[in-house]
């Protein structure tokens, strides 16, 4: 089963580009299959992490960031592939 990870963040106001560089040198305790970063107005960071483990299982995670970094907590979310069809 595949899972995927997604981390998403919003930084305060004109600190995007510090908030994707931090994200960018965080360090996973393992290697996913895929790693990809996005971004997106409003300051936004948004990190997909692929897994080949049960829903359940546990993963390494970003961690927060620093709080005068973001405007809020980090928000998480956990997803399984389904099958097409």
Known sequence: MT??????AR???GRGEELLT???EQPLADAPLR???FRAPQD???VITWWDAPY?????????P????????VHRWRFETVAEG
């Open 35 to 37: 790693r990809e970063t």
């Open 56 to 64: 359940d299982a546990e993963l390494p995670e970003l961690p927060e």
């Open 44 to 46: 936004r960071v948004l």
């Open 66 to 73: 620093d709080p005068e970094l973001v405007t809020r907590a």
């Open 22 to 24: 931090w994200v960018r």
């Open 11 to 13: 930084a305060t106001a």
């Open 3 to 8: 899972v995927a990870l997604m981390w998403e």
